[in-house]
Structure formats: structure tokens, C-alpha cells
């Protein structure tokens, strides 16, 4: 497994018994459990029982909870003398009627709110374990029939506009065979039917490198760094070649893979012309 496998394990291991620790607390499952009840003097119990119920345990299944009323009963003593004497008559009651206390609404109300965060958070890990495998950046991705990519880059005056790929976030370039076998992408898989498929990042601090029609290749605003048509280094800051990706036809249509992106040297000698006109951006920096 890579680091950033291993990280996201280790991530994932730690939010899972940090979400079994609050279950364990919330539910008061955890091992003998501090009994607090068994420190307090009955007569402070039950003056505090008076007061509220927010402490008293939930009622066991199939009781009910009961009314308390208090009267004073009058009493003959011995010598004559009526004293009267309070006494408490519990009168029980349905459990509509006692509905349901704070204690128990607390806890179901926490209970609910720590699943749903566990939830969630569940969902979220299982995205970094199931990417998405198809149809992005990552992945191979369908840029259309060659036929058709080739008519949209060449134009009527001769000159060229790239075909931009969103999903592959990559410009498709034509790259004949003649250059090509002057280039040091001879060899590899980065060239299919005449066609190249180039990282739109610029290699310097990784800005979006647009495209300048008049230059006839690709211009950083950021820092100035300039490439032919087909990515390789001009001037500029830029220590390498724009990037690249490994293309195929596969039944007519251009795929990307954009799973790896391919990096190259500076190359010794440009194998398309740059440039070949004027340029969009001046230069403000070479190396």
C-alpha cells in the first residue's frame, strides 16, 4: 500500500473508535460504570427526587409510572388529643399519561445525532476507498471520434486550434509523423493517429497554460513560460515540458488516460516550429 493509502486507513481506523467511544458514553455501556446513587444519603436522594425527575431511571418495561397525592389524615391519640398525620396515596397512571420524561428525550435526541454523524462519516470514507474508476479525470476518458477532432483543430487558413478536453482537463494537438519521428516521444503511447494529448498545467507553479493563435502554441500568463504546439519548452521558468498523457484509438474514438500523467526533460530540439508569429503575453522571464 502507498502512504496516502496507509494515511487514509489510519483515518479511518481512528474516527471508527472515536464513534464506538461515544456510543459507549452515551448508551452507558462501559465497564462498571460509576454507580453515583450508591454515594448519596437516602434523605438527599429523596429530597432531590422531590424537587425534579431528571435524574430518576427510566421506568422498566410493562410498569407504569404513578401520581402522587398528599392528605392529612386526622389521628386519635391515647390521651384524646386529634393530631393530623400526612399520608401519600400513589395512584398509578397510563403511560400516554406519564409520556415521556427530559432524561429519556435527551438521551434518544443524542442517540440519533451521534448515528447520524456516524453516518455520514461513513459515507465520506467509503469515497476514498470506492473512487471514481470512469468517466473523469483519473480515468480513461472518451474524447470523441478522431475523424471529428481532427477537423475541429485543423482550420481553413492552415493554422491550428487544439481541441479542449474538459474532462480530461488536456488539449488534443496534431503532431505529424514526420516531427514525431524527430521528438523524443518517438516511442510510447502518447501519440496515436497524429494526435497528442497535452496536460493543460503549466510545469513552473502549475497555472492554467492557455493557447495563443497568432504564436501558434501555448503562452503561461502567470510567469511566461512559452511551448510549442505540441508542449515542449520554449523559455520561461518552466523546468520541463508540458506534461502529457498516454492516448489510444480504440474503434475510432480518441481515449485519454489520464491515470498517468507522463513528465519529460526539456527537449534538446524542437520538433514543430515555435513561433510562428507573434506572441500573446511578452516574456519576463528566461532561463
Known amino acids: 500500500m502507498s502512504i496516502v493509502e496507509l494515511s487514509f486507513a489510519a483515518f479511518a481506523?481512528?474516527?471508527?473508535?472515536?464513534?464506538?467511544?461515544?456510543?459507549?458514553?452515551?448508551?452507558g455501556r462501559g465497564p462498571k460504570s460509576f454507580n453515583w446513587k450508591k454515594n448519596l444519603d437516602k434523605k438527599a436522594l429523596k429530597e432531590d427526587k422531590?424537587?425534579?425527575?431528571?435524574l430518576e431511571p427510566e421506568m422498566p418495561k410493562g410498569e407504569t409510572e404513578a401520581t402522587v397525592e398528599e392528605i392529612d389524615e386526622p389521628v386519635v391519640e391515647s390521651d384524646g388529643a386529634v393530631k393530623l398525620e400526612e399520608k401519600v396515596?400513589?395512584?398509578?397512571?397510563?403511560?400516554?399519561?406519564?409520556?415521556?420524561?427530559?432524561?429519556?428525550?435527551?438521551?434518544?435526541?443524542?442517540?440519533?445525532?451521534f448515528g447520524a454523524f456516524a453516518g455520514i462519516q461513513a459515507i465520506s470514507w467509503?469515497?476514498?476507498?470506492?473512487?471514481?474508476?470512469?468517466?473523469?479525470?483519473?480515468?480513461?476518458?472518451?474524447?470523441?471520434p478522431i475523424e471529428e477532432i481532427k477537423s475541429q483543430i485543423f482550420q481553413a487558413d492552415g493554422s491550428v486550434i487544439p481541441a479542449f478536453i474538459p474532462a480530461a482537463r488536456a488539449y488534443v494537438l496534431p503532431l505529424d509523423a514526420a516531427a514525431a519521428a524527430n521528438s523524443q516521444f518517438a516511442t510510447g503511447s502518447t501519440i496515436t493517429d497524429g494526435l497528442v494529448a497535452v496536460y493543460q498545467r503549466c510545469v513552473h507553479l502549475g497555472c492554467r497554460v492557455p493557447w495563443c493563435n497568432s504564436s501558434q502554441g501555448f503562452e503561461c500568463p502567470c510567469h511566461g513560460s512559452k511551448y510549442n504546439m505540441v508542449g515542449e519548452y520554449f523559455a520561461g521558468p518552466a523546468p520541463r515540458n508540458l506534461d502529457r498523457f498516454n492516448v489510444a484509438n480504440v474503434n475510432g474514438r480518441l481515449v485519454i488516460d489520464t491515470g498517468t500523467i507522463i513528465e519529460s526533460p526539456r527537449a534538446p530540439g524542437m520538433s514543430v516550429k515555435y513561433p510562428q508569429g507573434?506572441?500573446?503575453?511578452?516574456?519576463t522571464t528566461e532561463e
Not at 481506523?13 to 448508551?27: M, P, S
Not at 396515596?89 to 438521551?107: P, V
Open 126 to 144: 467509503l469515497g476514498f476507498f470506492w473512487p471514481k474508476v470512469s468517466g473523469g479525470f483519473g480515468s480513461k476518458v472518451d474524447a470523441g
Open 13 to 27: 481506523l481512528v474516527g471508527f473508535l472515536g464513534i464506538v467511544g461515544i456510543v459507549v458514553i452515551v448508551t
Open 278 to 283: 507573434l506572441s500573446c503575453i511578452a516574456l
Open 50 to 54: 422531590s424537587q425534579t425527575n431528571f
Open 89 to 113: 396515596i400513589y395512584e398509578e397512571i397510563s403511560e400516554e399519561e406519564a409520556g415521556i420524561t427530559r432524561r429519556q428525550f435527551l438521551t434518544k435526541a443524542l442517540r440519533i445525532s
